[in-house]
């Protein structure tokens, strides 16, 4: 099964990631694991730090000759921005110049400081900082290769920043189709509402001038996922339980639904429930309201989940707070921020669930190559009678 790890503090050296568990000869394009370190770091309303860190990775182990070699992949990405911290940050001997006592609400400032008896927020604010997600989103780009391998595609876009919501009912052709992600990473803000985009940008500026920080609401498609993956056995085999905790360790993250959601609340279970129907190549739904998942596992469905991203915590107008050694009041500490990360979230919710899919196939299929899986699949697909290539999509 794969496993990984990631180390790294925001200001360090670096960030370094290890990922185990890979299928022996998975041919890996280190330009694709750049391209979605780039894709992470574009979208209107972030800050300073992207104009700084040009995000590449380093393998170090675990492929050799352009393929998977069984044994852990080791990997780094260099800060540039370690130049200006080496004091600050220094790993031997030293003292800070500037610690930081006044937490800021909506972060880990003070739980972390107070968890680990710490008299510097820094040394929480160095590793619970989202710049985390960049060793998360090489590591998903690994197993996105992978997936596609297995005719298995992840798709995201933003449908709503602040108060600005997308219109849902302009791009219903578009989510049928392989587009989603070309057409969102063509946006400033990653929707696939032109209108909304426009609105969404307008709105990012005046929140910036205000001093003050944005959420929004992302969705997840993921497509070609073979029906039965996950279990209803056990709690911690079901897939959207298992999603559900990828998506929730996003920093930032508050909320995870699937499919209609809350938004089913007020249906009836006739209205709800997606009806089953068989066209003698599958079986499928004509609606999708579960989201692509009953009972713990996958239908063969579409897989659809909406995250919501709280605004950041780091405002350049601070709120209330309290100096946590001399107890006296006083505005939060600022750091360095974005206006919102709401699209930079949206490419990390498709890499922090790539390994959980991953993981549903090697468990469900096995083997420890590549071919063996895919033989495996196949042959799933034939004995329950299902098109491994040719399956349909019901958003």
Not at 34 to 39: I, M, T, V
Not at 138 to 148: E, H, P, T, V
Not at 302 to 315: C, E, S
Request: aromatic share 8%.
């Amino acid at each position: 099964m794969i496993k990984y790890m990631t180390a790294g503090e925001s200001h360090g050296p670096g960030l370094t990631g290890i990922l185990e568990g890979m299928p022996a000869n998975l041919s890996i394009n280190i330009d694709k694991i750049n391209h979605e370190l780039y894709r992470r770091q574009q979208g209107f309303g972030r800050g300073g730090r992207m104009k700084i860190e040009t995000d590449k990775v380093e393998i170090l182990s675990g492929i050799r000759f352009v393929k998977t070699i069984a044994s852990p992949i080791s990997f780094v990405i260099h800060n540039k921005d370690w130049e200006n911290w080496q004091t600050e940050m220094a790993i031997e001997s030293g003292k800070s110049n500037n610690p930081i006592t006044r937490p800021r609400p909506g972060h880990a400032d003070l739980s972390g400081v107070l968890k680990y008896n710490f008299d510097d927020i820094r040394n929480v604010l160095e590793r619970s900082s989202a710049r985390e997600t960049a060793t998360r989103v090489a590591i998903g780009s690994f197993c996105k290769q992978f997936l596609n391998e297995v005719n298995i595609q992840i798709f995201s876009h933003v449908v709503q920043i602040g108060n600005i919501k997308a219109d849902l009912n302009k791009m219903k052709a578009l989510l049928l189709t392989d587009e989603i992600n070309t057409k969102a990473d063509s946006s400033q803000v990653r929707t696939l509402d032109p209108e909304a985009e426009q609105q969404m940008i307008e709105h990012i500026s005046d929140t910036k001038k205000q001093g003050d920080t944005l959420g929004g609401v992302i969705e997840i498609i993921i497509r070609n996922m073979p029906p039965g993956l996950g279990s209803y056995i056990h709690w911690d085999k079901k897939l959207d339980s298992q999603l559900s905790a990828a998506l929730i360790s996003i920093q930032a993250v508050k909320g995870v639904e699937f499919g209609q959601g809350f938004r089913g609340a007020h249906l009836p279970g006739s209205k709800f429930h997606d009806e089953i129907y068989y066209d003698n190549k599958r079986y499928y739904r004509t609606s999708n309201k579960a989201g692509g998942i009953e009972g713990g596992m996958s239908t063969g469905e579409d897989i659809v989940i909406r995250i919501m991203k709280k605004p950041i915590p780091t405002l350049m107008k601070p709120l209330h707070s309290v100096d946590y050694k001399t107890k006296e009041e006083f505005f939060a500490h600022k750091e360095r921020s974005d206006i919102t990360a709401v699209p930079a979230c949206s490419v990390i919710s498709e890499a922090v669930i790539a390994p959980v899919l991953a993981n549903a196939i090697i468990e469900k299929f096995g083997g420890d190559s590549l071919d063996d899986i895919k033989d495996s699949i196949i042959n799933y697909f034939n004995r329950i009678g299902y098109d491994y290539i040719n399956q349909k999509s019901t958003v």
